[in-house]
């Protein structure tokens, strides 16, 4: 072993290859979740009604980008099985045909938003006030053009990943977050407009940095990149393939924000208080998860190579190793942000009893990041890169519809524990995930998928 790394001889990332696939990451994930805790600061300017919309239609957003997210990494994690397989080339086409299944589907479901802009409205979030729905109707009018951008780039981003890259999706991060900023800045605080001047800001970055991502991804320098994204012709094997791990993971990550949009109708009726500080709590928990974040994203990455060489020993290493870092990392970052709520509320200019609802939100969510989450949400990262994507889809939709929901209306309504009860059965519905994935890693089923040909000298061990 080297003295210069903890990570034993001939291993495919060393310490410093995790680091420098980690580290951007983190920044990354950090830059996004800056932006939503600046964006709601800035729009708390225009007043709570604006807060609340963006929170709101913010959910909806989420679900989007979770989706494609999803689809990306499906095909992020094809292409990464063929580069472990040294087989740059198929690891091409396989990047081809995630572009353009993004982009297919991008364009379709932005549609059907417009469309079902009604529905969205008054049937998801239920019964809100006049000066909240008004501000919802305009914010989703703007950014909801603003999916396919989100996919496009979503998907160069996961293939930069793939490739053990990091730091080129961190440096778009840092671009769009700084239009975004300098926008709102311009028209809210220079301009004084409304709503307005917080959706198009993010609409503009998100179409300049899709753009710019396309662009590097025709590098041909580049293991993995396109040569035309609008004339790519369907190859339907592959986007088979690309699909058996992002559809059940898009279902998962749809779903599951579904199921948070569901629970909006009843966080609605517990009145604004209620709603704005669910909306602080929902920024400033995922600063509590950001480290945790970031390394689901290089356990992929890394995963997917072991996967492709078939050497399930470095993935069982590589898994462990993470998983202590995602822990350390929870931890860290909880600690922080229990120290700094006063400084938090203080910024927000959150009514006494706002604040107060929201400081039990947040406390109550960090005891349970920091025994479980990475459990639920990192361990099944491993499961996915070996294309057991469907397991984790059947064990996630099962916990989110009996705990998460379920158990949201037992707690809020029927024990009286308002919308803190909707956080409390969010994180029963982590540990039952953390139970039935740690479970399923023991075991040897998740591993050697059939439709990935065995290289020659691989590992079969584990």
């Known amino acids: 072993m080297s003295r210069k790394s903890a990570v034993p001889k001939g291993y495919l990332f060393d310490d410093n290859g995790l680091r420098h696939l980690i580290g951007p990451l983190i920044v990354e994930q950090c830059l ?3 932006v939503g805790l600046f964006d709601s600061v800035m729009v708390a300017s225009v007043g709570q009604a604006a807060v609340s919309a963006v ?4 959910n909806i957003m989420v679900l989007l980008i979770n989706i494609f997210t999803a689809l990306a990494t499906g095909g992020a994690i094809v292409a990464g099985q063929y580069l472990g397989q040294r087989r740059a080339e198929e690891g091409r086409r396989a990047t081809e045909q ?5 982009l297919v589907l991008s364009v379709a479901v932005t549609a059907l938003v417009y469309l079902g802009k009604g529905f969205i409205l008054h049937v998801v979030f239920g019964r809100i006030e006049a000066d909240v729905m008004s501000n919802c109707n305009t914010y989703l009018m703007i950014v909801a053009a603003s999916t396919p951008f989100i996919a496009l780039y979503n998907a160069g981003a996961a293939v930069y990943r793939a490739m053990g890259n990091s730091k080129t999706p961190m440096l778009l991060s840092l671009f769009t977050n700084g239009v975004n900023l300098t926008g709102n800045a311009i028209l809210l605080y220079g301009l004084k407009w409304g709503i307005e001047g917080a959706a198009i800001p993010t609409l503009i970055s998100r ?3 899709a753009i710019w991502m396309l662009a590097l991804m025709k590098r041909k320098d580049k293991e993995l990149h396109v040569e035309h994204v609008i004339r790519i012709r369907p190859n339907l094997p592959v986007i088979w393939r690309i699909l058996r791990i992002g559809v059940p993971y898009g279902l998962e990550n749809g779903m599951f924000q579904l ?3 569901m629970l ?4 609605t009726a517990f009145g604004t208080a209620s709603i704005a500080a669910n909306a602080v709590a929902n920024t400033v928990t995922n ?3 950001l480290g945790g974040m970031a390394i689901s994203y290089a356990l992929s990455a890394v995963s997917a190579q072991c996967v492709g060489a078939r050497d399930y020993v470095q993935v069982r290493y590589y898994t462990r190793k993470l998983l202590r870092y995602s822990y350390a990392s929870v931890w860290a970052f909880n600690i922080v942000i229990c120290l700094a709520l006063p400084l938090i509320f203080a910024v927000y200019q959150l009514p006494e009893e706002t604040a107060a609802i929201a400081r039990e939100i947040i406390l109550f969510h960090g005891l349970g990041a920091m025994t479980v989450w990475p459990l639920a949400f990192n361990l099944p990262n491993t499961l996915r890169a070996s294309s057991d994507a469907a397991y984790c889809m059947v064990v996630s939709l099962l916990s989110m519809w009996i705990c998460r929901i379920g158990l949201s209306y037992v707690f809020a309504n029927g024990m009286g524990m308002g919308v803190l009860g909707v956080w409390v059965a969010m994180c029963l519905d982590w540990v039952v995930r953390a139970f039935f994935f740690s479970l399923r890693y023991r075991g040897k089923r998740w591993q050697l998928p059939a439709d990935v040909p065995l290289p020659a000298n691989a590992s079969t061990q584990g």
């Not at 929170?55 to 913010?58: A, R, Y």
Request: proline share 0%.
């Open 264 to 267: 909006l109708s009843l966080i």
């Open 207 to 209: 179409v300049a940095t």
């Open 98 to 102: 995630m572009f353009l299944v993004c």
């Open 32 to 34: 996004a979740i800056s």
């Open 287 to 289: 600063f509590v998860i």
């Open 55 to 58: 929170s709101l239609i913010d």
């Open 259 to 261: 199921g948070k949009i």
